[in-house]
């Protein structure tokens, strides 16, 4: 069970000390995407949903994700957070929200990217759901990491 870094000699889940790491700058870029109709497309390039700004709402959400990430995914180290980016695209089919987090620390913010892109897509359904029940969450995936010893990953498109 030893092999596994989030376990303990016992097999328990603990959190990893990461104190002895060096600091560096790390960069987590991550996406989601809401699937919705036609009519909250229109909505969304137009008057807006009834609920009020939908895309505000779902970038202050995805910021707000972000920073509470460790309060959320048991084993993630509460970690200073120094930027967070979030754009939002209306496309034919959906909202494409994208969050790029930055940091200088010892563990990675991918899972605050992700967490970001997951609440902002959470969001956008709940401004949503009024017009469109059947909106959806399609895709919640990592796109990009860099810093830390794993280095640089980039995700393919082939996935």
Do not use: N, W
């Amino acid at each position: 069970m030893t092999d596994f870094t989030h376990l303990d000699e016992s097999g328990d889940a603990r959190m990893v000390d990461v104190a002895a790491k060096d600091v560096s700058d790390r960069r987590a870029v991550a996406e989601s995407f809401v699937a919705v109709g036609p009519e909250v497309v229109a909505l969304l390039r137009g008057a807006g949903v009834p609920k009020g700004d939908a895309l505000a709402v779902a970038r202050i959400a995805a910021i707000g994700g972000t920073k509470r990430t460790a309060d959320l995914v048991p084993l993630c180290h509460p970690i200073a957070i120094h930027g967070v980016d979030v754009d939002l695209q209306v496309e034919d089919g959906g909202v494409r929200i994208t969050v790029a987090v930055r940091t200088a620390d010892r563990t990675g913010v991918e899972m605050e990217a992700l967490t970001g892109a997951s609440v902002g897509a959470l969001a956008m359904i709940d401004m949503v759901k009024g017009v469109d029940r059947s909106a959806m969450i399609e895709r919640v995936v990592l796109l990009e990491k860099s810093g830390g010893r794993s280095g640089h990953y980039l995700r393919s498109e082939d996935r």
